[in-house]
Every structure is written in structure tokens, then in C-alpha cells.
């Protein structure tokens, strides 16, 4: 693709801009999927829920695991993924869920032996315990700090993850193991080049694994959380964004082509997003590298598709490649869809901004999501719930 600008890390040298204004959703939502995300299969699959392992005690007791393996059926496609869930003991009756998909297998968010190991391709990193492009035992627990179990369950919620290779596998060559398999490849009706990639499956994957989840009676179907850090923050909101099943959509640190408004040019670029990860999206994304401003629409439209529902967007000071100032205003551009009015600067680094429905949040620190982030989602959830 060849160089480009240097990032912009200085609000000086942001340029003027005039954002999209919110228009109809599904006139709004089509923009996104044949410009950016691509569109969605034209078949729904047959969901097929085979229950391995059921209600076994866990977490010191204070839990219940649940793992599952769905099974999407279609004409001319089969996959599988693993599912894990937790669920609260102490819940009378079903509990909400966070659901997210996790980076290199379910195993690697808790040491527990019992927690199967995915056989799809990973991305290699001898640090999560990947040989060959597989998980192994290595890896069990190794990311366990990004997601606090304990407190999870401790305050009321169950908590759900699927691997995000399963999905579709993170890499050019390996993609199409997964649920692309279900897209064909000229979308018919669809302007060219709008088949969707990583992150247009990993969202419709999130669907899938919420069609699993109700099925299940610990889990309140009507309080599933779609929640996702980074490049799983892009995937959530445009899950969130399609799938009106999702009570509340978390998007943490999720950066350009997530939350953050691509006009500013700050951080990361259009350009650079697809030169470095040429499959997470529509091929027709490209023909915006260096043109942010003849995109037809902003993330801010992306984030008010949620609406009326409940979404949460936050950044991390330190983590300037995600713009979390671009992060915070495509919120505030997003919030008139709510009937809210935020502030012009954003809240004080970890000072929290929550409305009914819409919340905010900087934290100290860099690129991660930590206890603290779980932290404010818990209590924003609860007071959308009263857990």
C-alpha cells in the first residue's frame, strides 16, 4: 500500500471537520456494512447447541461452568466453536451475562484444567502458550488478569467468552477457516467489494454464541452484555449495532473504526488499519485511505445505531494510537440519539460520566482493560438493572 503521514498526536494539527449528521438506522447501517464492515451472510445457519459440560461447580464454589459446543449448519458451510460460561450460585433465577470474545482460547482467562483448549488456528505467540499455531496447556490462565471472575460473579454477573479464532481465525492466509465460509463472495444486491471480514464475523459470531446463550435457563436473555477490548471493542459495537438483543454494548479502547471519530486523522488512520490488518475489513474500506473525509458516515453513527439501548465507550490517557479524545467525542456526537447532551471536553482522567443509558470513562494507564474498567461497567450495569 505504500507510506503514509505519520500519525497525528497533537490536537493542534487535528483538522476541521463537519461529521455526518444521525440519520435512519437501517439507511445508516447499510452505509457502514458496504463501505466498511461488509454485509453480514445472506443465510442464517442452523444453530445446533450440544451442552459438554453442565452446571459444574467452580470458582471456589461461588460458580457455576457451562461449556458448550455450537454448531453452525448451513447449504454449503459447517463450524464449530467452543463456548464458557460462568454463572453465578448465589443468583436466584437467571443472571445478566457479559459476552466477549476472547484473543487465544477460552482456557487462557482461567487456569482451571477443566477448561477445554480450541483446536483452530492461533496467532503465534509463545507467550500465550501457542506452538505451531495452536493453543496448548502453556497457555491456560496467562490472560486471567484481563478478566476478574471472582468479582464478576461475586456482584451478580455470569460471564461468557468464545475464542475469536473459532470465529474466524486473525490472519490473512488462515481467515476464511471460520465463519466467512457462510458469506459468499460477491454479495448479491451489495455494492463490490462489501463482503465482510474479521470484524464483520466476529460481530455475526457474537449473534451466534447470543443464539447459544438463550438457550440456556441461568442466563437472562433479556440482559446480555456484548462487551470487547480493542479490535473485539470494533467487533461489539457493530454487533451491538445490528443485533438489538444486546441490553448494553461495552467498547473498550477500541480506537480507529471503533469508537473514535476517523475525521480527526489522529492516531491510528484508516490507512494504516487496513495496511496492517488487510482482513478485518470490506475491501471497499481501502478506497478511504488518506479520504476519511468522503466517508458517508462517522463512528459516532455507528455508535447511536445502539440507541435506545445502553452503551459505554472508554479509553485509556496513555493508549494516543486508540485517540481516546476522538473515542469520547464520537460518544458526545452519538449521545443527541438518546436525547442527551454531553459535555464538549471530555470527563477528568478516571472520573466516570454516566447518563441513563450512556457512560464514559479515561483511565490511567495504556492499551488494556483492567479490574478498574470492569469496575465502572459493573456499576453502570447496575444501575440500569439494580443487580
Known amino acids: 500500500m505504500g507510506k503514509f503521514p505519520p500519525p497525528i498526536y497533537s490536537e493542534s494539527e487535528v483538522p476541521q471537520y463537519v461529521l455526518p449528521e444521525l440519520g435512519p438506522a437501517e439507511e445508516t447501517r447499510a452505509l457502514f456494512a458496504d463501505h466498511i464492515y461488509g454485509r453480514f451472510p445472506l443465510e442464517t445457519p442452523r444453530v445446533l447447541v450440544e451442552v459438554v459440560e453442565k452446571g459444574v461447580a467452580a470458582l471456589a464454589m461461588l460458580a457455576r461452568r457451562w461449556q458448550l459446543r455450537v454448531v453452525l449448519t448451513g447449504e454449503k458451510a459447517r463450524v464449530e466453536f467452543g463456548l464458557l460460561l460462568y454463572t453465578p450460585v448465589a443468583t436466584v433465577g437467571a443472571a445478566p451475562v457479559f459476552l466477549g470474545l476472547n484473543f487465544f482460547g477460552n482456557h487462557t482467562l482461567n487456569p482451571d484444567p477443566a477448561i477445554l483448549l480450541p483446536n483452530s488456528w492461533c496467532r503465534a505467540d509463545e507467550t500465550k502458550g501457542v506452538v505451531n499455531n495452536r493453543a496448548t496447556e502453556a ?89 470487547g477490548h480493542s479490535r473485539m471493542g470494533k467487533a461489539a459495537l457493530w454487533a451491538g449495532a445490528c443485533d438489538e438483543r444486546f441490553a448494553l454494548v461495552i467498547s473498550n479502547d477500541s480506537g480507529c473504526t471503533g469508537a473514535a471519530l476517523s475525521r480527526r486523522l489522529y492516531g491510528e488512520r484508516i490507512a494504516k488499519t487496513n495496511e496492517s490488518f488487510p482482513h478485518w475489513y470490506a475491501k471497499k474500506y481501502r478506497s478511504y485511505n488518506e479520504r476519511e ?39 458526545a456526537a452519538a449521545a443527541p440519539a438518546w436525547g442527551e447532551k454531553l459535555p464538549a471536553e471530555s470527563p477528568e482522567t478516571d472520573a466516570l460520566l454516566h447518563r441513563k443509558k450512556i457512560a464514559y470513562h479515561a483511565r490511567s494507564g495504556g492499551h488494556d482493560i483492567t479490574p478498574y474498567d470492569w469496575s465502572q461497567y459493573m456499576t453502570f450495569a447496575d444501575g440500569l438493572w439494580r443487580v
Open 139 to 227: 497457555g491456560r490462565g496467562c490472560n486471567a488478569k484481563r478478566v476478574p471472575l471472582e468479582e464478576i460473579i461475586a456482584r451478580g454477573y455470569g460471564f461468557a467468552t468464545v475464542f475469536c479464532g473459532d470465529i474466524a481465525p486473525d490472519d490473512p492466509d488462515h481467515i476464511e477457516e471460520g465463519v466467512l465460509a457462510f458469506y459468499p463472495r460477491e454479495m448479491p444486491g451489495a455494492p463490490a467489494d462489501s463482503r465482510g471480514g474479521a470484524i464483520s464475523a466476529w460481530a455475526w459470531g457474537l449473534s451466534r454464541a447470543m443464539d447459544a446463550l438463550v438457550t440456556l435457563p441461568d442466563v437472562d436473555a433479556d440482559r446480555v452484555i456484548a462487551i
Open 293 to 331: 473525509h468522503e466517508l458517508p458516515v462517522d463512528q459516532h453513527q455507528l455508535i447511536a445505531l445502539i440507541a435506545p439501548r445502553a452503551v459505554y465507550v472508554a479509553s485509556a490517557v496513555e493508549d494516543r494510537w486508540a485517540d481516546p479524545r476522538g473515542e469520547y467525542l464520537g460518544l
